[in-house]
């Protein structure tokens, strides 16, 4: 009978060989590179192909204006810190320590994979095809939630970079992007729908704060609500929207410290673990 989990690159695996070290080394830094690119080239340049409405990433933003519209600057130094800590990510691949390499080959399928989702959506979003986009969301929403459910355990080195920075970002961009799918976004109706949808934000990540303890998914939610909420209030000062944003980013934040301190001075409850991956022990109690 076939080993499909043999060929299957998501499936888990106790040890890479090393011409699978080699393609997830190129792979990754291919396709980062390709998200990297296309990000920063369309926050500076609009597209000039196609028949449709081009605009800048943030250009869209603006024009139109809905429940969920983000401020740039926030949302740009989110991505550079994000992009930076993927750097350092991939710059795991190439460790010495072989139980480095292994838990960051581990999570490189489901990251190659996001890459290539972020390059089609930033594609998408500046031709305004938002409705395709959304779908590319939806797709990598999938692909990310599998990985953290998945790989949970590996060190933050890897898991913040790789897993909840990228899926906190997921998880509001569909919110963002779904809100400009939407004919006249800015009307009351939306808007309404805007002050409920808001609040699942607070409930996905109370969800991994209160069940995987995990401070980095919890600062990432915050750090999104407080561009929504900033963005905003420089629209509309008398709004719920702005109010609302604010106050999920302080639950964020305040419940995240209370994971996040006692983690940074060793007296955190670890993370649950798979008490058959003895081999990765080592690696499940870095910071």
Same mark, same amino acid.
């Not at 500076?44 to 192909?49: A, E, G, M, T």
């Not at 953290?148 to 920075?165: L, Q």
């Not at 779904?178 to 002050?195: D, Q, S, T």
């Given at each position: 009978?076939?080993?499909?989990?043999?060929?299957?690159?998501?499936?888990?695996?106790?040890?890479?060989? %090393?011409?699978? +070290?080699?393609?997830?080394? @190129? !792979?990754? /830094?291919?396709?980062?590179? $390709? &998200?990297?690119?296309?990000?920063?080239?369309?926050?500076?340049?609009?597209?000039?192909?196609?028949?449709?409405?081009?605009?800048?990433?943030?250009?869209?933003?603006?024009?139109?204006?809905?429940?969920?519209?983000?401020?740039?600057?926030?949302?740009?130094?989110?991505?550079?810190?994000?992009?930076?800590?993927?750097?350092?990510?991939?710059?795991?691949?190439?460790?010495?320590?072989?139980?480095?390499?292994?838990?960051?080959?581990?999570?490189?399928?489901?990251?190659?994979?996001?890459?290539?989702?972020?390059?089609?959506?930033?594609?998408?979003?500046?031709? %305004?095809?938002? +409705?395709?986009?959304?779908? @590319? !969301?939806? /797709?990598?929403?999938?692909? $990310? &939630?599998?990985?953290?459910?998945?790989?949970?355990?590996?060190?933050?080195?890897?898991?913040?970079?790789?897993?909840?920075?990228?899926?906190?970002?997921?998880?509001?961009?569909?919110?963002?992007?779904?809100?400009?799918?939407?004919?006249?976004?800015?009307?009351?109706?939306?808007?309404?729908?805007?002050?409920?949808?808001?609040?699942?934000?607070?409930?996905?990540?109370?969800?991994?704060?209160?069940?995987?303890?995990?401070?980095?998914?919890?600062?990432?939610?915050?750090?999104?609500?407080?561009?929504?909420?900033?963005?905003?209030?420089?629209?509309?000062?008398?709004?719920?929207?702005?109010?609302?944003?604010?106050?999920?980013?302080?639950?964020?934040?305040? &419940?995240?410290?209370?994971?996040?301190?006692?983690?940074?001075?060793?007296?955190?409850?670890?993370?649950?673990?798979?008490?058959?991956?003895?081999?990765?022990?080592?690696?499940?109690?870095?910071?």
């Amino acid at each position: 009978m076939v080993d499909w989990n043999k060929y299957n690159p998501f499936s888990k695996r106790e040890s890479h060989a %090393s011409g699978s +070290i080699t393609t997830y080394k @190129i !792979l990754t /830094l291919i396709t980062w590179a $390709l &998200s990297v690119i296309v990000s920063v080239y369309y926050t500076v340049h609009s597209p000039h192909d196609g028949h449709t409405i081009r605009k800048r990433i943030w250009d869209q933003n603006s024009l139109y204006p809905t429940a969920f519209s983000m401020n740039s600057v926030i949302a740009s130094i989110y991505w550079i810190v994000l992009f930076i800590l993927q750097a350092g990510y991939i710059g795991h691949l190439f460790s010495s320590n072989s139980d480095i390499v292994h838990a960051a080959a581990s999570v490189g399928s489901h990251f190659i994979l996001n890459n290539l989702f972020h390059f089609a959506f930033v594609m998408l979003f500046v031709r %305004s095809h938002f +409705i395709w986009a959304e779908l @590319i !969301l939806v /797709l990598n929403f999938f692909n $990310l &939630s599998s990985l953290y459910f998945r790989h949970n355990t590996y060190p933050r080195f890897i898991h913040a970079p790789v897993a909840s920075g990228p899926l906190a970002w997921t998880f509001v961009a569909i919110y963002w992007n779904g809100a400009l799918m939407i004919p006249h976004p800015a009307h009351l109706v939306p808007r309404i729908f805007g002050n409920i949808f808001i609040w699942a934000i607070l409930f996905y990540g109370g969800f991994y704060i209160v069940v995987y303890k995990d401070y980095t998914m919890g600062f990432s939610l915050s750090v999104l609500s407080a561009a929504i909420g900033v963005s905003q209030f420089l629209r509309q000062v008398i709004a719920l929207q702005w109010i609302f944003a604010f106050v999920i980013m302080a639950v964020l934040f305040v &419940s995240t410290l209370t994971i996040a301190v006692p983690a940074w001075t060793g007296k955190e409850l670890k993370w649950k673990r798979d008490t058959t991956d003895a081999e990765r022990a080592p690696l499940l109690n870095e910071a």
